[in-house]
């Protein structure tokens, strides 16, 4: 091979700046679709102290999808209720989690410590061989044409280095200088109030002293929530009042006189305490030219439901898979058009619900608040009622989806425990990513062999809800027998036999007969369509998303 046939060493099919949580996510996405990318972060260690403290059951899939959920589950727990607690102290309703069997195998909602799952992600991220980290290494300057992005990069030892991408993503934070050279404004969404967050890692024999659950304490005069971390680690958000100083606020001595009326400083130690100011904002674009902006670059939320590190996360994976089908040519530059309305218009939904809360557990007026207990109270009928934290997560509600009136529309599609031949597994280790076709056996049966020939004409796997013995349909690519019953309870409930799936795992559309399945392969045949054909030569990763 001569030289001029060797690849350019500084040009990358992508480049991530930032490796938090959601570049590091990103990173392993593309190594798993082979495509060779660099990631660069200015700082070289991970933050040793917790920030984000929640994920969810579908970011934990994700792990699982990835390989990576075995390093990450050590340090993980369950998040179970949190109770909410009114004005003169009474219980007024609680947040939960969906009872089992679980709709996507996991407990729905978790708590983890923060610095081991980082490292555990970023280990991930670079095992793959075609992924390079450069860390200690900060982004100078970014220009891009028509065909390249070009970035100047420097060192911690102040060697410069100039690179060039296909594209690139901006995982930067909240601070985002990608944002804040492409221009792009944030939406105010209205909500900016100061909160001192302080994790403590408390001894065992002052657990007992502490709320066995999660707790938001709505009180008017300190609006307060309690969360239960991993093993000891306890975390209190309290609101700060007007006039406060949030650096005085921050000090150990005040820190351990705001905890008074939980703990005393020999009940444990403290790890962290930081002043915020928690805000609601929206970028009013995620993307310019062949630039994209993700996680909190592109958003920020108050934490009251433990939803943003889970925002970033979804971001990258709704991305990563749309840019490993143009890269690879099977699809046009126009499936990237769909990132932005897609993630930015769940996340306004998501940020307006979890502001929503905010609202109520800051109420600061005595009248107010006491007049917010009685009218919540009454929506339980008089007692405290139960919701789920599930059902305060929209579905996606535009995009890269059917047009019909559908009810499983944008919605995530479960992953129920299955048994197969092999034995019992979750529904992706054997189903597989990538799009695929979920039907019940009996409207399988009933297919026609021009639509058999269709799905997979349209690279759909077809996975087969059946039972285990029965005789196989001709063309299945795996058949499955569910153990809990949480499929045909799904497919029960929309009147429908079969969804297409995303391989983000939302349901592009779903048919109770061959003729809405028909419709649905020409709209996504139509949607993912290339612009040409593939090049020659284009490898095709395994499916995963």
């Not at 102040?158 to 050279?181: F, H, K, L, P, Q």
């Not at 009147?495 to 559309?509: I, L, M, Q």
């Not at 612009?531 to 030569?537: E, N, R, V």
Request: some cysteine; overall charge negative.
């Amino acid at each position: 091979m001569s030289q001029a046939d060797l690849p350019n060493p500084d040009h990358y099919q992508v480049v991530v700046v930032g490796f938090g949580p959601s570049g590091a996510v990103a990173a392993s996405l593309l190594g798993h679709h082979g495509i060779r990318s660099l990631v660069i972060d200015k700082q070289r260690e991970v933050y040793d102290k917790p920030r984000a403290i929640a994920i969810d059951h579908e970011i934990m899939r994700l792990f699982d999808n990835l390989g990576v959920a075995g390093q990450v589950l050590p340090h993980v727990a369950p998040f179970h209720a949190s109770e909410h607690f009114g004005a003169e102290g009474q219980l007024i309703r609680r947040i939960d989690t969906v009872p089992e069997p679980y709709p996507l195998s996991y407990v729905p909602t978790m708590v983890f410590t923060q610095p081991p799952v980082e490292a555990a992600l970023r280990a991930h991220a670079r095992a793959y061989d075609g992924i390079e980290v450069s860390l200690g290494t900060e982004l100078v300057d970014l220009t891009q044409s028509d065909h390249h992005v070009t970035l100047t990069l420097r060192a911690d030892d102040g060697t410069m280095r100039t690179v060039t991408a296909d594209y690139v993503i901006g995982c930067d934070g909240a601070s985002s200088g990608i944002r804040e050279r492409l221009g792009i404004p944030l939406d105010d969404l209205v909500f900016d109030e100061p909160w001192l967050v302080v994790d403590v890692l408390v001894d065992d024999v002052a657990l007992t002293k502490l709320p066995q659950t999660a707790a938001q304490f709505c009180d008017p005069k300190r609006p307060t929530s309690f969360i239960i971390g991993p093993g000891n680690h306890r975390r209190w958000e309290i609101m700060l009042l007007p006039g406060e100083d949030p650096r005085a606020a921050q000090t150990p001595e005040r820190v351990w006189d705001l905890l008074a009326r939980w703990l005393t400083p020999e009940d444990g130690t403290l790890w962290r305490a930081a002043s915020y100011r928690f805000h609601a904002l929206v970028a009013q674009r995620w993307r310019v030219g062949r630039v994209f902006i993700a996680g909190d670059a592109a958003h920020q939320q108050p934490p009251f439901i433990g939803q943003g590190m889970c925002q970033g996360v979804r971001d990258v994976a709704n991305l990563i898979w749309k840019l490993a089908r143009v890269i690879e040519g099977s699809s046009g530059g126009a499936l990237l058009d769909s990132y932005e309305p897609e993630r930015s218009r769940h996340v306004r939904e998501l940020t307006t619900r979890i502001k929503a809360i905010g609202q109520v557990i800051c109420e600061r007026d005595p009248v107010a608040a006491r007049e917010r207990d009685a009218r919540i109270l009454a929506e339980g009928g008089g007692q405290p009622r139960t919701i789920t934290r599930q059902e305060i997560v929209p579905p996606l509600a535009t995009g890269l989806l059917t047009q019909q009136d559908d009810p499983g529309r944008g919605k995530l599609f479960p992953q129920p425990w299955v048994t197969t031949q092999q034995g019992r597994a979750r529904l992706d280790t054997v189903a597989g990513g990538g799009f695929r076709l979920v039907i019940e056996a009996a409207l399988a049966a009933r297919l026609s062999p021009g639509m058999l020939a269709s799905i997979h004409s349209c690279g759909l796997r077809l996975v087969v809800l059946s039972r285990l013995g029965e005789q196989p349909l001709p063309g299945a690519d795996v058949t499955v027998e569910e153990c809990d019953g949480v499929l045909r309870a799904w497919f029960a409930a929309s009147g429908r036999a079969a969804a297409v799936v995303r391989p983000d795992h939302y349901v592009f559309g779903t048919a109770a007969a061959e003729t809405e399945m028909a419709a649905l392969l020409d709209e996504l045949e139509s949607g993912l369509a290339p612009l040409h054909p593939a090049p020659m030569g284009a490898q095709t990763a395994p499916a995963l998303l």
